[in-house]
């Protein structure tokens, strides 16, 4: 079981930077890939950004949505056992509630499929106002 905690969501004005964090209370965290997917109201959940294990081999460490390549990043770090995505230049489109999943073991590498995170937080809001 893998229990994860988002935080850092709010509101702010289109084009401002934003940093969620995703924590866990212990290290197991750090031995499976972790996602960040978003929901906004109406629509279904969709893939944003994931990161390897910090025990995977393969040298191709994220995956991010080509929607949001070029102004989002997704980091880890270890000895806080915590996920981080760094939103730049967001826009009113951001507006969604933003949840971080954990791949269950075994789960190595970034998916971009929702199916593959057992493990699910409780969400953060995030609005970009025009």
């Known amino acids: 079981q893998v229990h994860l905690v988002e935080s850092g969501g709010g509101t702010v004005q289109a084009g401002a930077s934003l940093r969620l964090s995703c924590a866990a209370p212990?290290?197991?965290?750090?031995?499976?890939?972790v996602g960040w997917f978003r929901q906004a109201p109406g629509k279904e959940r969709e893939f944003v950004a994931a990161?390897?294990?910090?025990?995977?081999?393969?040298?191709?460490?994220?995956r991010v949505s080509v929607y949001m390549r070029g102004r989002f990043t997704i980091t880890r770090d270890g000895a806080k056992n915590t996920v981080y995505l760094q939103m730049n230049s967001t826009k009113p489109e951001d507006t969604a509630v933003y949840y971080c999943?954990?791949?269950?073991?075994?789960?190595?590498?970034?998916?971009?499929?929702?199916?593959?995170?057992?493990?699910w937080g409780q969400g953060t809001q995030v609005t970009v106002s025009s």
């Open positions: 999943a954990a791949r269950g073991p075994l789960g190595f590498y970034a998916s971009d499929s929702g199916l593959d995170y057992p493990f």
């Open positions: 212990d290290p197991t965290v750090n031995s499976v890939a």
């Open positions: 990161i390897n294990s910090l025990t995977a081999t393969s040298t191709i460490g994220t």
